[in-house]
T-cell receptor, first 113, second 115 residues
Framework: DAKTTQPTSMDCAEGRAANLPCNHS???????VYWYRQIHSQGPQYIIH???NNETNEMASLIITEDRKSSTLILPHATLRDTAVYYC??????????????FGTGTRLTVIP | EAGVTQFPSHSVIEKGQTVTLRCDPI?????LYWYRRVMGKEIKFLLH????????ESGMPNNRFLAERTGGTYSTLKVQPAELEDSGVYFC?????????????FGPGTRLTVT
């Protein structure tokens, strides 16, 4: 699986957009980019995933560069409840027999009032 | 729809004792996973069930850990005998078979403290 690199921590003002970068320069053609987050004392929570197109759902947007070597998770209007550790995970798609997730150290996002 | 539930939420045991953690996945989810985070470390995969079969147990640290999923519903993870380094938070997750994404739904975790 491709390795990901994320900043250790970031701050964001409440109500502003939070842009969390992730580098995955060794990603291969069949690997997806997934984002999860873990709010303190809770289990990890799925946010969004993508292969090569930009994706948007009710939680966030995922922007993947054309060469797929990096991506950015965007929380459009951060709230205090978005304070969490965000994990960028690169993994092959389902049906390959490899379904476990590899969590790195992630980015600790702090939303500031 | 009920989420993934785990029991107990906390467990404090002495070194050498046995502890059994339980996970109830979301109804209809064939895939069930166990992960854990030991103090100061990253969340690590332990094993993966598809229904009642162990699909991948490559993350199980040693033979003191035994996971079962009889009948393909709930799962138990037994640690026997527990050691100090087993302290941490144990997460269970479930997902549907052939899901498009790795949208694994995680439970709140069981915090295990071995003294």
């Amino acid at each position: 699986d491709a390795k990901t690199t994320q900043p250790t921590s970031m701050d964001c003002a409440e109500g502003r957009a939070a842009n969390l970068p992730c580098n995955h320069s060794t990603i291969s053609g069949n690997e997806y980019v997934y984002w999860y987050r873990q709010i303190h004392s809770q289990g990890p929570q799925y946010i969004i995933h993508g292969l090569k197109n930009n994706e948007t759902n009710e939680m966030a947007s995922l922007i993947i560069t054309e060469d797929r070597k990096s991506s950015t998770l965007i929380l459009p209007h951060a709230t205090l409840r978005d304070t969490a550790v965000y994990y960028c995970i690169v993994r092959v798609g389902p049906g390959t027999g490899a379904n476990n997730l590899f969590f790195g150290t992630g980015t600790r996002l702090t939303v500031i009032p | 729809e009920a989420g993934v539930t785990q029991f107990p939420s906390h467990s404090v045991i002495e070194k050498g004792q046995t502890v059994t953690l339980r996970c109830d996945p979301i109804s209809g989810h064939d895939n069930l996973y166990w992960y854990r985070r030991v103090m100061g470390k990253e969340i690590k995969f332990l094993l993966h069930f598809v229904k009642e079969s162990k699909q991948d147990e490559s993350g199980m640290p040693n033979n003191r850990f035994l996971a079962e999923r009889t009948g393909g519903t709930y799962s138990t993870l037994k640690v026997q005998p527990a050691e100090l380094e087993d302290s941490g938070v144990y997460f269970c997750a479930s997902s549907q078979e052939r899901t498009v994404a790795y949208e694994q739904y995680f439970g709140p975790g069981t915090r295990l403290t071995v003294t």
